[in-house]
């Protein structure tokens, strides 16, 4: 199993960078090779299930992640949302965070734990190497776009 932790302080608000994390097909558009579509569409809530079309043609593959918990901020206070793995090759969990940060900017915070089904343990380091950079690269992204 590898595990992920990335944190961001962005120049933002609370709900903004809340609204820009939490847009999921916004993560399709920063993710290579990514689609991804939303049941039901809107509102997401507890349940909402969150699938990403990852590949090319025959390799592709779905990774469907249900959420769990959905607690927006509100009142200045932190939100947060908990996506559980659900697929056939990709398991484990995420969480997206957002909290007060220094100066009136918004901490961002992505923890995921990621096991990829039928590779061997052997293989975690690069799973782990290749998800930082990709996730890292998709909140970046996330956070600079309206």
């Known amino acids: 199993m590898a595990n992920l932790l990335l944190e961001r302080t962005a120049p933002l608000p609370l ?5 820009r994390i939490t847009r999921w097909r916004r993560h399709g558009d920063v993710v290579p090779l990514t689609v991804v579509r939303v049941v039901p569409h809107e509102p997401t809530r507890a349940g909402t299930l969150v699938v990403a079309r990852s590949g090319v043609g025959p390799l592709a593959f779905d990774d469907p992640m249900e959420v769990t918990v959905w607690r927006p901020p509100e009142g200045g206070a932190a939100g947060l949302c908990r996506l559980e793995k659900r697929g056939r090759v990709v398991l484990g969990w ?7 940060g220094p100066g009136g900017r918004t901490r961002v915070i992505w923890r995921e734990e990621i096991r990829v089904r039928f590779l061997p343990s052997l293989f975690d380091g690069a799973v782990r190497h290749s998800s930082r950079y990709v996730f890292g690269r998709a909140l970046n992204h996330l956070l ?3």
């Open 15 to 19: 709900d903004e960078a809340w609204r």
């Open 94 to 100: 995420a969480e997206l965070e957002v909290r007060p």
């Open 144 to 146: 600079r776009q309206p």
